[in-house]
T-cell receptor
Framework: DSGVTQTPKHLITATGQRVTLRCSPRSGDLSVYWYQQSLDQGLQFLIQYYNGEERAKGNILERFSAQQFPDLHSELNLSSLELGDSALYFC????????????FGPGTRLTVL | DAKTTQPNSMESNEEEPVHLPCNHSTISGTDYIHWYRQLPSQGPEYVIHGLTSNVNNRMASLAIAEDRKSSTLILHRATLRDAAVYYCILGGAGSYQLTFGKGTKLSVIP
């Protein structure tokens, strides 16, 4: 158990819909990262927040957005969903900015029908 | 981003040591070498990291070449639970995200 929690575990929705994925980091960790893992693209970094502020952006689509709240939990919002958005979405957290050791949650499996 | 090269797959017998290689010839002086693994249907799991010296922890050992252009993750006694995809990743200060490659899929034979 990494100490990072993600909800929900599974999500099934239809094209065009909007969903919100939630992540609670390990106690004391200020950084939260979001990653997407699909069969054809592998694990890809989406976005990082540090203490409530966006710190780094990766291959995140404009239809996707994220935020980190004062209690440090984070939400990833996916809108206008397409079939290709079906994937595993992982959240990770870290406290050590120099070595960037990240602890991953169990993931949310999103299926878009 | 500095890149790493790993074999696509490796096999090991249970209870034998496993040496997983990684080449990173373009590593910069400030890059740490991280190893993560991903068991089936789970999130990636931190294994070990190092900068210049060899490192040991309860999970594994990391041997880093003197020129830092390669490293080896050593599992001292493979178990069935070690069957996973192992990723060698470079990162450090100012490079917060992890860039995952395809990794090495380790199979452990009973």
């Amino acid at each position: 158990d990494s100490g990072v929690t993600q909800t929900p575990k599974h999500l099934i929705t239809a094209t065009g819909q909007r969903v919100t994925l939630r992540c609670s980091p390990r106690s004391g960790d200020l950084s939260v990262y979001w990653y997407q893992q699909s069969l054809d693209q592998g694990l890809q970094f989406l976005i990082q927040y540090y203490n409530g502020e966006e710190r780094a952006k990766g291959n995140i689509l404009e239809r996707f957005s994220a935020q980190q709240f004062p209690d440090l939990h984070s939400e990833l919002n996916l809108s206008s969903l397409e079939l290709g958005d079906s994937a595993l979405y992982f959240c990770a957290s870290s406290e050590d900015r120099v070595t960037d050791t990240q602890y991953f949650g169990p993931g949310t499996r999103l299926t878009v029908l | 981003d500095a890149k790493t090269t790993q074999p696509n797959s490796m096999e090991s017998n249970e209870e034998e040591p496993v040496h997983l290689p990684c080449n990173h010839s373009t590593i910069s002086g400030t890059d740490y070498i991280h190893w993560y693994r991903q068991l089936p249907s789970q999130g990636p799991e931190y294994v070990i990291h190092g900068l210049t010296s060899n490192v040991n922890n309860r999970m594994a050992s990391l041997a880093i070449a003197e020129d830092r252009k390669s490293s080896t993750l050593i599992l001292h006694r493979a178990t069935l639970r070690d069957a996973a995809v192992y990723y060698c990743i470079l990162g450090g200060a100012g490079s917060y995200q992890l860039t995952f490659g395809k990794g090495t899929k380790l199979s452990v034979i009973p």
